[in-house]
């Protein structure tokens, strides 16, 4: 996968690095924490330049995180609800806990799109309840984007900066996003084994 991101930026410049990072928030498997930061390097070498490289990545990834948007707007809160009524456990909430949680988000979507778009594993992720909670589309694209271009220009300035070693980048996040998701698995683990149905009136 390596060599196919190198021969992909190599090839097709600011469209390919778009493209990964799209990519990226469709399939997880492809990190940014190797796709941004040897984009970084190849502005270094004056291949690209580096503000090409930060926006490309940025809209790339943004658009991602728009399909995911889209998806919970699809799903819509009446649809979800109905989903909890009947699965509650596997999705570790009853429906009122829906909107309790739609409230906290209501309340802080600012903080949770800015935020969300900075943690590894759950950078798509943040995008489903903003769609599902009914965000205005101009709220959820600005946090998103500041949040989303703070991510590429950090990545793309590490592997600017260490050039021929950027695959320390990725060897120092990967852990971090691998932590961060067994974390997740575990609590989401915790979640369904505490889940408790509630009692019919």
Do not use: C
Not at 185 to 193: C, D, F, G, H, K
């Amino acid at each position: 996968m390596f060599d196919w991101i190198v021969s992909l930026i190599d090839r097709a410049g600011y469209l390919g690095i778009a493209l990964l990072m799209l990519l990226e928030n469709l399939f997880p498997p492809i990190p940014s924490e190797v796709i941004m930061p040897l984009a970084g390097f190849s502005a270094a070498k004056d291949t690209l330049s580096f503000a090409g490289v930060v926006a490309s990545g940025t809209v790339g990834s943004l658009a991602g995180a728009y399909f995911w948007f889209l998806i919970g707007r699809w799903l819509g809160l009446r649809r979800l609800k109905r989903f909890a009524g009947r699965h509650g456990r596997w999705l570790t909430l009853h429906p009122e806990e829906i909107d309790q949680a739609g409230a906290f988000f209501a309340r802080h979507q600012a903080v949770a799109l800015f935020l969300g778009r900075l943690v590894p594993a759950i950078r798509s992720i943040i995008s489903v309840p903003a769609g599902v909670y009914d965000v205005p589309i101009r709220i959820f694209l600005f946090w998103s984007s500041i949040g989303t271009a703070l991510w590429t220009l950090l990545l793309a300035s590490a592997g600017y900066l260490l050039q021929s070693q950027y695959e320390r980048v990725s060897e120092w996040l990967n852990p971090v996003s691998n932590i961060v998701f067994a974390g997740l698995a575990l609590w989401y683990l915790y979640r369904v084994i505490r889940f408790k149905a509630p009692e019919s009136s």
